[in-house]
């Protein structure tokens, strides 16, 4: 596909007419929650978010898996990592993610943990190989965009025959989140527009309880400019319509069918568990572990690490920002005692928290 | 002389001696380092800058650079961001044990045809080696002064509202072209560093425009952090316009797919002006002339509209803040 | 929440593709273990992590921005799911 057909769903001129038809269609407020965290940085970060119509209420979801990572489960990092023949390997996301006592992997490398950051799984593969004598253990964190590369990562180290390589993994679900935001009926929450990478794996038919047994309108949509405001335009029309219909406006890369391949990998080497998510509790099978083939992988049987959850952190509202019933600047910690710099709760902890990004991109 | 540099080279004995005459005379040898004495008699009018860094980066040789002529252009431009003729430098070598005295020999060849290029003497050094992994490979030091030329010299805390903001070329260059060498990164990209000293076209600058209020170069942290810190102490609104700030399409293309922002990657080669604003024109005219600066524009205004903020008008015309970095910038997924 | 870059196939050679970034000439590698499809050369990957997700179409990106810019929008029918927004008037459904 040519750059030249990409850049135009960044075309000021065409995000103009879309924002004044959007004006029109709108006929009271629109409160629309995105559930992805890129979703949330493009729209700060593009700066269409000072553009929108003040009717349109925008609420940034739990769609950041780095945010969503419970502390306990950094704990279980941190644990690892300060072990003998431990090299954890992760994506640079995960580094200053504090625990439960306030430490994250930069300090536990500071402390001596032999902590690699790299770009893709494979990498941390190239890590086992490079170094046989220790056990390099990758970090799996992320929704069901970057599962099916980790499993796909297991599935080459067991082919390569590289018995040191590990994964610690605590991936999430992205639908089954869904369900308890949208079982919260304070948050009021008209439309939402879903993850478009997870969609690219799992297709949108997951998608058809969010109108069907809760009758609200979900767009699944791409990143640039245009995308979004296509989005916002839908599902404003869809209110004013009295309509709730899930729609994947992002055809160019989703069809509304899974990616087969991706997921019978993911399928292989994980199976849906219970989660802990930071900010939200425990949710019923919308976690993922190791299938019995693949145990031997499995870095939390091999170095007996147990997840203990741990009471919510006092005074952080994130719980309520990620369900959509408080903004980011409404909480009494935001740009006080919780900052980019010593984040207190989840939203402000990764690039793409709802709280970090208001941080960084809203203009007073 | 050994093809591995041993802790006897920074021992002060003989083969102290031998890696002193052997390698650091040779390439950056001239009369006031050459008697090697135990200081360095310089011969400088008041008022003086200097400035002092100290250079690690991994690898030590990248593409459009290395450690060493690195460690001069560093030094370099920071003495000349004062308005200063950058005339000498010191430069302090911290060895790992084993290192390939090939490799050492490069890095300091290359110091040498720097410092010519710059104008500058090297005029006193010091080498210490130390046991095998205290350091990585060759960590190095280096000290400037230079005369200072102008009155008042340009300083972070004197933009004021009205001043126009220029940049002298494309962002990020240097800050990608390393990533892009991490062991590991699936990702080959032609974007070399623009490394570079900065202070003959800075001396032209002044020359022609001397009521220039700050002269910055935006290094780790990049413009994103280089304008916060301006903003900060001169107690004003930095308003930069996106469209305006050139970065590179393979540079642009590069953040995307690390998933960073390029106003925040490293330059070496660049420097950011910000005078008032009916002397832009004429300082980019200038500018222009020098082949390092052949990229120079106006980004943005000073305003008084959120001190100390550096407020962004992105591509579609809305407005967001830049906000200086939490610590430095890593890889992400997500 | 997830990263992903569109790049052009440039090569393939051991279900690893070669791709080009954007519009210069930077180069990424992705494999294609995650696609039930393999892509040729001249094809645009979504790709996340190292591994390729899905082949673009452009022909849907071509009619996304056609609609647009025709001033349809968004594109009725083929929904994935459909139904009134309760407390909405009993006729919205067929309304649209």
Redesign the interface.
């Known amino acids: 596909m040519h750059q030249t057909l990409l850049r135009q769903f960044r075309d000021p001129e065409l995000c103009h007419t879309l924002l004044t038809r959007l004006r029109a269609e709108l006929d009271g407020e629109l409160r629309f929650m995105e559930v992805c965290g890129t979703h949330t940085v493009a729209i700060f970060q593009s700066g269409l978010r000072s553009l929108l119509p003040p009717q349109v209420v925008h609420l940034s979801g739990p769609g950041c898996p780095v945010c969503v990572t419970h502390e306990s489960e950094v704990n279980a990092f941190l644990d690892l990592a300060g072990r003998p023949g431990v090299i954890v390997a992760t994506f640079g996301d995960l580094m200053r993610v504090p625990g439960s006592r306030g430490r994250n992997l930069k300090s536990a490398q500071a402390e001596g943990a032999r902590v690699a950051v790299v770009y893709s799984p494979p990498d941390a593969l190239a890590l086992a190989r490079d170094n046989p004598g220790d056990t390099v253990v990758f970090l799996g964190v992320g929704f069901e965009t970057t599962a099916p590369t980790v499993a796909g990562t297991v599935l080459m180290a067991r082919e390569q025959g590289l018995s040191n390589f590990k994964v610690l993994a605590f991936h999430k679900l992205v639908p089954p989140a869904l369900e308890v935001l949208l079982s919260d009926t304070e948050a009021g929450i008209d439309a939402f527009i879903l993850p478009g990478h997870v969609s690219a794996v799992i297709g949108t038919e997951p998608y058809g309880f969010i109108a069907s047994r809760f009758g609200k309108s979900a767009t699944v949509t791409g990143f640039e400019p245009v995308d979004i405001l296509e989005s916002l335009l839908f599902l404003a029309q869809r209110r004013r319509q009295g309509r709730a219909e899930v729609k994947n406006l992002y055809r160019r890369v989703v069809s509304d069918t899974s990616n087969p391949r991706a997921l019978e990998v993911m399928n292989r080497v994980f199976r849906p568990c219970d989660a802990l998510w930071r900010g939200l509790g425990r949710i019923p099978d919308s976690g993922l572990e190791f299938t019995d083939e693949f145990e031997d992988v499995d870095a939390k049987r091999r170095y007996g690490l147990s997840i203990e959850e741990c009471p919510p952190l006092p005074g952080c509202k994130c719980g309520e920002v990620l369900r959509g019933r408080l903004r980011p600047d409404q909480c009494p910690l935001f740009k006080k005692a919780c900052t980019p710099a010593k984040p207190v709760g989840p939203c402000m902890v990764s690039t793409e928290g709802s709280c970090a990004a208001y941080y960084k991109y809203q203009v007073e | 002389m050994s093809d591995r540099i041993l802790l006897d080279c920074g021992s002060g004995g003989r083969a102290s001696h031998r890696l002193v005459a052997d390698l650091f005379l040779k390439h950056l040898g001239n009369p006031e380092l050459n008697r090697l004495n135990d200081a360095a008699c310089l011969n400088l009018k008041s008022p003086l800058a200097m400035s002092t860094d100290t250079f690690t980066v991994d690898p030590i040789f990248f593409p459009g650079g290395d450690i060493g002529s690195l460690a001069v252009h560093g030094t370099v431009n920071d003495v000349s961001m004062l308005g200063a003729i950058p005339r000498y430098l010191t430069c302090g070598f911290i060895v790992e044990e084993g290192l390939e005295t090939d490799v050492l020999a490069r890095v300091v060849a290359s110091m040498g045809t720097a410092a010519r290029e710059a104008g500058v003497l090297v005029v006193a050094g010091d080498t210490k080696v130390v046991p095998r992994g205290m350091v990585d490979k060759i960590f190095i030091n280096t000290t400037g002064v230079g005369e200072i030329f102008v009155d008042p010299t340009p300083s972070g805390d004197r933009a004021r509202p009205g001043d126009a903001i220029l940049v002298t070329g494309s962002m990020g260059d240097h800050g990608l072209a390393v990533l892009s060498t991490r062991q590991g990164l699936a990702f080959d990209t032609p974007v070399v560093s623009d490394a570079a000293s900065l202070n003959h076209a800075i001396a032209r600058l002044l020359r022609a425009v001397p009521e220039v209020h700050v002269l910055r170069d935006p290094t780790r942290g990049g413009l994103g952090t280089t304008l916060n810190e301006i903003a900060e102490s001169s107690g004003v609104c930095c308003e930069i316009v996106d469209e305006a700030i050139p970065v590179r399409p393979e540079v642009r293309d590069g953040c995307s797919f690390l998933g960073l922002d390029p106003l925040y990657l490293a330059n070496e080669g660049k420097f950011l002006c910000i005078l008032p604003g009916e002397l832009a024109d004429a300082a980019l005219d200038v500018l222009r002339g020098d082949p390092l600066c052949a990229g120079a524009v106006r980004i943005g205004t000073v305003t008084d509209a959120h001190p100390g903020k550096v407020v962004l008008t992105t591509r579609l015309g809305g407005a967001r803040l830049l906000t200086m970095l939490e610590g430095e910038q890593l890889p992400r997924i997500c | 929440?997830?990263?992903?870059?569109?790049a052009?196939v440039i090569r393939i050679a051991d279900g690893v593709a070669t791709c080009r970034?954007?519009?210069?000439?930077?180069?990424?590698?992705?494999?294609l273990?995650?696609?039930?499809d393999l892509p040729s050369p001249g094809d645009?990957l979504?790709?996340?992590?190292?591994?390729a997700?899905?082949i673009?179409?452009?022909a849907?990106?071509?009619?996304?921005?056609r609609l647009?810019?025709g001033?349809e929008?968004?594109i009725e029918g083929?929904?994935?799911?459909?139904?009134?927004?309760?407390g909405?008037?009993a006729n919205?459904?067929r309304?649209?």
């Open positions: 929440m997830c990263l992903a870059v569109p052009e970034l954007g519009e210069g000439q930077s180069l990424i590698r992705a494999s273990m995650l696609l039930p645009q979504m790709v996340h992590a190292g591994f997700l899905r673009m179409d452009p849907e990106a071509e009619e996304t921005l647009l810019r001033g929008c968004p083929d929904a994935t799911a459909c139904a009134a927004i309760p909405a008037p919205a459904l309304k649209a």
